[in-house]
């Protein structure tokens, strides 16, 4: 069974850093491309990042372009996500997805964890 | 202002057939495929529909999805109560950003 658990989420003052996690397991971590989504307090999806099956590829979204890093660590089948200079509009909800495609890019989400919590407050 | 546009409400009664939106542009819809998810509340999105008309396997089939030019739709036949939750189409575009709409809430009367 696939599953996929979020951690890292806490309360952190503006212009503050935290990092991310995403445990996966149920199956071959190394064969997909992976994504950070992430959903403010009562409002839509917005993509984050991703990064490709041996990390040599990652891309962002301009709201968190330059301030945000995408990573993983194969070996430990785990996918990170390094938050740093965070404003108030990064509270959201973070949700580590799968891509859909095996060996490649397929830009959908197969399967998501449950979500950590972000809160950017003084 | 999301990026590929959807009406915020839709409504139907059980057994009816419900269909949602989602506009976009050459950029991502014209030129990439199109997903749809189902967030039920306080709970995870599902992938409901990809590559424009697939269907994972137990999503029923009262779900299907549509894909011309740069808009998609999303149709629900034979309305349940369970349904009743948010919706979201995506695609990949070609700034190389996924882009998602802003989410339609579905409610069965």
């Known amino acids: 069974e696939v599953q996929l658990v979020e951690s890292g989420g806490v309360v952190v003052q503006p212009g503050g850093s935290l990092r991310l996690s995403c445990a996966a397991s149920g199956f071959t971590f190394d064969d997909y491309t992976m994504h950070w989504v992430r959903q403010a307090p009562g409002k839509g999806l917005e993509w984050v990042s991703l990064i490709s099956w041996d990390g040599g590829s990652t891309y962002y979204a301009d709201s968190v372009k330059g301030r945000f890093t995408i990573s993983r660590d194969n070996s430990k089948n785990s996918l990170y996500l390094q938050m740093n200079s965070l404003r108030t509009e990064d509270t959201a909800l973070y949700y580590c997805?799968?891509?859909?495609?095996?060996?490649?890019?397929?830009?959908?989400?197969?399967?998501w964890g449950q979500g950590t919590l972000v809160t950017v407050s003084s | 202002q999301s990026v590929l546009t959807q009406p915020p409400s839709a409504s139907g009664t059980p057994g009816q057939r419900v269909t949602i939106s989602c506009s976009g542009s050459s950029s991502n819809i014209g030129s990439n495929y199109v997903y749809w998810y189902q967030q039920l509340p306080g709970t995870a999105p599902k992938l409901l529909i990809y590559r424009n008309n697939q269907r994972p396997s137990g999503v029923p089939d009262r779900f299907s999805g549509s894909k011309s030019g740069t808009s998609a739709s999303l149709a629900i036949s034979g309305l349940r109560s369970e349904d009743e939750a948010d919706y979201y189409c995506?695609?990949?575009?070609?700034?190389?950003?996924?882009?998602f709409g802003g989410g339609t809430k579905l409610t069965v009367l």
């Open positions: 997805a799968r891509d859909i495609a095996a060996a490649g890019t397929g830009f959908g989400f197969d399967y």
């Open positions: 995506a695609a990949w575009d070609d700034s190389l950003n996924v882009v």
